[in-house]
C-alpha cells in the first residue's frame, strides 16, 4: 500500500540512504522501545526524532465515540510523549539533536476547538509537549520543535479519511513539509528550540516562496 514503513523505506534506499522499516504501536511502550533498540543498533545512535503518528476524527462532541477519543489521545499525546521519552537518552549522546513534531501552535482560540474539541486537544497535546520540553531538555542541547501546514496536505489519511480524491486535487503535496523540516533540521539545535513552525513560513525564511 502506498504510505505504509514499507514503501517510505524503498523511497530512502533509492535516493541513495539507508532504511529499517519497523512495525510500530506508539500505544505500546515495549513496541516503541524495541523499534529503539533496532534503531541504535543498526545506525549507532539517533540524532533526529519526528512525531508523525497522529490519529483523526474530525466530530462534533455528541458524534465522538469514546474509542475514538481514546484512540486520538493515546496515539497523538501519549505516544508523542513516551517516543520523545525513550529517545531522549540517545539523543543526549547526538551531535545536533532534534525532536519534531507535527502539531499546531498553541493558539487557545475557540475556532479551533468548537467544531472537533477531541481532536484538537489530542494534537494540542502533542503541541504542549514541544512547549514543555525545549524548556526541560534544554540544558542538553536537545531541540524540541514544532511543524504544521498552512493548509491542507495531500496525505492518505486526507485521502481516505477526509474526502478522497476532490480533497487530493485541492492540497498541497508532502514536499513542503518535507523540506521545511530538512530546513529545521539543519539549524543548530542548541538556537533552534520551542518553535511552533508553519511550512510556508519556514520556507519564506530561507528565500523559497
Not at 529545521?184 to 518553535?195: L, P, S, T, V
Request: hydrophobic share 45%.
Amino acid at each position: 500500500l502506498k504510505g505504509t514503513i514499507y514503501t517510505a523505506a524503498q523511497e530512502i534506499e533509492d535516493a541513495g540512504g539507508q532504511a529499517l522499516a519497523q512495525i510500530v504501536d506508539v500505544r505500546d511502550e515495549a513496541s516503541i522501545q524495541a523499534a529503539i533498540d533496532k534503531t541504535v543498533e543498526t545506525f549507532g545512535g539517533i540524532d533526529i526524532l519526528v512525531n508523525n503518528a497522529s490519529a483523526i476524527s474530525l466530530t462534533s462532541t455528541q458524534m465522538t465515540e469514546m474509542k475514538r477519543y481514546d484512540l486520538m489521545h493515546q496515539i497523538n499525546t501519549r505516544g508523542t510523549f513516551l517516543t520523545s521519552k525513550l529517545a531522549i537518552p540517545h539523543l543526549k549522546n547526538a551531535t545536533n539533536p532534534h525532536v519534531l513534531n507535527l502539531a499546531p501552535p498553541l493558539n487557545m482560540e475557540e475556532r479551533w476547538f468548537s467544531s472537533h474539541v477531541a481532536y484538537t486537544m489530542a494534537k494540542f497535546g502533542m503541541s504542549m509537549c514541544v512547549l514543555g520540553m525545549a524548556g526541560e531538555f534544554r540544558p542538553f542541547g536537545i531541540a524540541f520543535n514544532a511543524l504544521w501546514p498552512r493548509t491542507v496536505i495531500a496525505t492518505a489519511a486526507v485521502e481516505n479519511l477526509l474526502g478522497g480524491q476532490a480533497m487530493i486535487r485541492c492540497s498541497r503535496t508532502p514536499d513542503i513539509m518535507a523540506d521545511a523540516a530538512h530546513t529545521i533540521f539543519c539549524r543548530d539545535a542548541k538556537e533552534c528550540n520551542g518553535n511552533f513552525f508553519v511550512d510556508d513560513e519556514v520556507m519564506a525564511s530561507i528565500g523559497v516562496t
